[in-house]
């Protein structure tokens, strides 16, 4: 089992920053795991952000390349999602959704992202 702690969301203006966490605990946390990002924007179906697979490598959804960054710190079984020059349309609930090698998948709670224009 994972159980996953999202944090770092809040209210921002447009060109601000933010940096969510997603911390992952339990037996199963140190399982090898790709960890992705989500979003739901309000009315919108949920859509990926961004992705770090266990060998490191990552990729994001075009809206965020060249302003968001995806990164891990093993040692703490936490992934980070920088986002900078934030967009009004960046707001949304964010979701990390933790992936193990093994096949099974757990979502963190989800963080509330306002950019204000």
């Known amino acids: 089992q994972v159980q996953l702690a999202q944090s770092g969301g809040g209210l921002v203006q447009a060109g601000g920053s933010l940096r969510l966490s997603c911390a992952a605990s339990g037996r199963s946390s140190n399982i090898k795991a790709n960890i992705y990002w989500w979003r739901q924007p309000p009315g919108k179906q949920r859509e990926l952000v961004a992705l770090i697979i266990h060998n490191g490598r990552t990729d994001y959804a075009e809206s965020g390349k060249g302003r968001f960054t995806i990164s891990r710190d093993d040692a703490k079984n936490t992934v980070f999602l920088q986002m900078n020059s934030l967009k009004p349309e960046d707001t949304g609930v964010y979701y990390c959704?933790?992936?193990?090698?093994?096949?099974?998948?757990?979502w963190g709670q989800g963080t509330q992202v306002t950019v204000s224009s």
């Open positions: 959704r933790w992936a193990t090698v093994l096949g099974d998948e757990y």
